[in-house]
């Protein structure tokens, strides 16, 4: 039985733009979309899971190790259930793991089981970061695979900077996943 209900995973990591997040699963949930979200570590850092529980209404995987419920490993269900995974705010660590198949975390791991045309990335990071030769081959890498990448936009950084890096706006974020979501009915 096929469900008629869009499934989203969003995958937050540690940048402090993870409190927006927290805003774009909170939109995709109140159009009634099935929202899973993994958290990294460094993201837990910023927000809590349980934000992220209770926005969307389901568990919040954050463990590798850890399979509530069940007999598959969650990182394979997570990635085949979902029909887009966003990555916000995806950092350069992040996107460096991505690029080049790394895998040690269940965020990273469920990227890695993802087919590439389900991923859309959201870049978050300082804009010396942004603008360094590895991230930008990393971001060739991703595009030339086939993943979207939203942003990064211009604007106010956490380091008290003016520039490119800052993740784009939690709205046009929602508007890429919702284009990328099949027409249900």
């Given at each position: 039985?096929?469900s008629?209900?869009?499934?989203?995973?969003?995958?937050?990591?540690?940048?402090?733009?993870?409190?927006?997040?927290?805003?774009?699963?909170?939109?995709?949930?109140?159009?009634?979309?099935?929202?899973?979200?993994?958290?990294?570590?460094?993201?837990?850092?910023?927000?809590?899971?349980l934000?992220?529980?209770?926005?969307?209404?389901?568990?919040?995987?954050?463990?590798?190790?850890?399979?509530?419920?069940?007999?598959?490993?969650?990182?394979?269900n997570?990635?085949?259930?979902?029909?887009v995974?966003?990555?916000?705010?995806?950092?350069?660590?992040?996107?460096?793991?991505?690029?080049?198949?790394?895998?040690?975390?269940?965020?990273s791991?469920l990227?890695?089981?993802?087919?590439?045309?389900?991923?859309?990335?959201?870049?978050?990071?300082?804009?010396?970061?942004?603008?360094?030769?590895?991230?930008?081959?990393?971001?060739?890498?991703?595009?030339?695979?086939?993943?979207?990448?939203?942003?990064?936009e211009?604007?106010?950084?956490?380091c008290?900077?003016v520039?490119?890096?800052?993740?784009?706006?939690?709205?046009?974020?929602?508007q890429?996943?919702?284009?990328?979501?099949p027409?249900?009915s």
């Amino acid at each position: 039985m096929t469900s008629t209900k869009n499934n989203v995973l969003v995958c937050v990591c540690g940048g402090i733009a993870a409190y927006k997040v927290g805003y774009i699963v909170s939109q995709l949930a109140q159009r009634h979309i099935h929202v899973d979200v993994a958290m990294t570590d460094g993201a837990q850092k910023f927000v809590g899971p349980l934000t992220f529980e209770a926005l969307s209404g389901h568990q919040v995987h954050t463990d590798l190790w850890h399979n509530p419920g069940g007999s598959d490993p969650q990182h394979i269900n997570l990635a085949q259930n979902a029909e887009v995974i966003l990555v916000a705010p995806a950092t350069a660590n992040m996107i460096g793991k991505i690029a080049h198949g790394l895998a040690d975390d269940l965020v990273s791991t469920l990227l890695l089981a993802a087919a590439p045309e389900k991923l859309i990335v959201a870049p978050s990071m300082n804009e010396q970061m942004w603008n360094n030769p590895a991230v930008q081959a990393n971001i060739a890498s991703l595009r030339s695979r086939g993943l979207a990448i939203i942003g990064p936009e211009s604007g106010w950084q956490a380091c008290r900077t003016v520039g490119i890096g800052r993740m784009s706006e939690p709205e046009a974020i929602v508007q890429a996943v919702l284009s990328h979501l099949p027409i249900k009915s």
